[in-house]
C-alpha cells in the first residue's frame, strides 16, 4: 500500500471537492481485491446521489419530453462507459488502490472499476455535505453533455440500432423469432432470438412482450458486435 | 372526468403530505389512458427520489453490510409489489384517474398502475418541497418494514428460493443447463435454461456469467410459478 501516487489534491481539483474526510475519500478510492475496507457501500450510496440529480436535471431541462426518452437520457449519462470517461478526465485511474492481481491485469484503466469509484465519491462527498452541494459538483461535469444531449438522438432503440449497424456494412437485417412464449395471459415471458450475419448463433432476448424481448436480443446482439470489434 | 371520487383529502391525510399544487397533485393521480397530461414524468423523478432515500436509511441502519445485501434490500422495499401495499393503505386507487379501458378491466387494482401513482406522487412532492421533506414523509410510511428488514433474511436469491419452493412441494429440484455461449473471452455471454416438474418448458436465463444466468433463469421460474399459483 506504499506505491507512489500522485497528490491527492490533483483529484480533488479535478473532481471538484475536497473532502474533509480523509479516511472516507481513501476507502472510496479502494478497490475491493486491496483491502476489506473497499468502496462498495460507498458507490451503493453515490449510485443513488447520481440518479436523482440527473433525472433532476432532465427533468427540468426537457419540460415537454415523455418518461421513455428522459429515462432514455439518463441511461445515456449514467452508463459505465460515460463514467468512465468521467475518471479518465479527472485522471481517477492514477490515484486507485486495487489489489496485486488487478493491478497487473491493468485494473486501473477497467471501465467498470472507473465508474465505481466515481460513484463511491460522490458517496462519500453525499455523507459529508448535502444534495445541494452534490448537484452543483456533479452538473458542472455533465455541463457540456446536457447541453448537447437531445431527446431521441443518439438513444434510438437497441433494434434501430442493430438495423443501423448493419446495413452501415450493407449486410442483410437481423431475423428475430420467438422461441417460447411461457405464462398466462396478462403475464407471459417472451423469449426470442436475434439471428444475423455476422455471429455464428443467435442471440436470445426475453421480456413481457414481444417487442421487449426483441429489443433485449438486440441490445446483447449490439454488445456482442460491439466486443468483437474492439477485439480485432 | 366527472366520477364521483372521496375528497383528495383523505388520500393525502394518508399519504402524509398536502399538496400546495393541486394540478400537479392530479397529473400524479392521472394514468396515461386517462388524459394526456398523465403522471408518467412524476413517475420518473419520484422513483429517482425513492431510490436515494431508501439507499441512505440501509447505509445509515446497517454500518457493517456490504453492498450485496444492501442492494437486495433496496430491491424488496422499492419493488413494485412493496409500492402496490403502500398503494393500498393509502386506498390510493379510488382516486385514480383512469382511461375506459382500465377502468373496466380493474386498473385502479393493477400492482403497476398503483405503484406508479406512488412515485408519481412523490415527484410530485419533491417538485415543490425538498429533500428533507420527503424523506421525513417516505421513512414514516417504511418505519415498520425498516425496523423488521435484516440483511440476507427474505432476501435470498433467486436459485435458493427456488430449490426452497420445491422442495417444499417434494419436488426434484431444478436442472441447470448451459444453451449457449456467446462473444469472446473476459465478455461472454452465458444463456442457461433452468427445468422444473412444474412448468412445461425450461426458463431461460442469460448473463455475463454462468451464476448470473442461472440466477436469472430461477427468478424468471419462480415469477412464472407465482403466477400460476395466483391464477389457481
Known amino acids: 500500500m506504499s506505491l507512489p501516487k500522485p497528490p491527492l489534491s490533483e483529484l480533488e481539483q479535478a473532481f471538484g471537492y475536497t473532502f474533509q474526510n480523509r479516511e472516507r475519500f481513501q476507502q472510496a478510492l479502494t478497490h475491493r481485491s486491496a483491502n476489506a475496507q473497499h468502496n462498495e457501500r460507498l458507490e451503493f450510496l ?4 447520481l440518479g436523482i440529480i440527473i433525472s433532476e436535471a432532465l427533468f427540468e431541462r426537457f419540460p415537454q419530453i415523455d418518461e421513455g426518452d428522459l429515462s432514455r437520457m439518463r441511461a445515456t449519462l449514467v ?3 460515460s463514467l468512465a470517461k468521467l475518471a479518465q478526465k479527472f485522471q481517477l485511474g492514477r490515484h486507485l488502490w ?3 492481481g488487478e493491478m497487473k491485469s491493468g485494473g486501473h484503466r477497467r471501465e467498470s ?3 465505481d469509484a466515481v460513484e463511491a465519491l460522490l458517496g462519500a462527498m453525499y455523507l459529508e455535505s448535502d444534495l445541494a452541494t452534490c448537484r452543483k459538483v456533479v452538473l458542472n461535469w455533465y455541463k457540456e453533455q446536457l447541453n448537447h444531449i437531445k431527446p431521441g438522438a443518439g438513444h434510438k432503440d437497441p433494434k434501430t440500432r442493430l438495423q443501423e449497424y ?3 456494412k450493407q449486410l ?3 431475423l428475430y423469432d420467438v422461441v417460447t412464449i411461457q405464462g398466462q395471459a396478462h403475464n407471459q415471458r417472451f423469449t426470442v432470438s436475434c439471428t444475423t450475419e455476422l455471429l ?3 442471440v436470445l432476448g426475453s421480456g413481457t412482450s414481444r417487442r421487449k424481448a426483441e429489443q433485449q436480443a438486440a441490445a446483447q446482439t449490439l454488445e456482442l458486435l460491439q466486443t468483437q470489434e474492439q477485439g480485432n
Chains 1, 2 share one sequence.
Do not use: T
Open 79 to 81: 452508463c459505465g462507459r
Open 166 to 168: 448493419l446495413q452501415g
Open 113 to 115: 472499476i472507473l465508474a
Open 98 to 100: 486495487l489489489g496485486p
Open 172 to 174: 442483410p437485417l437481423p
Open 46 to 49: 453515490g449510485d443513488s446521489v
Open 200 to 202: 455464428a448463433e443467435p
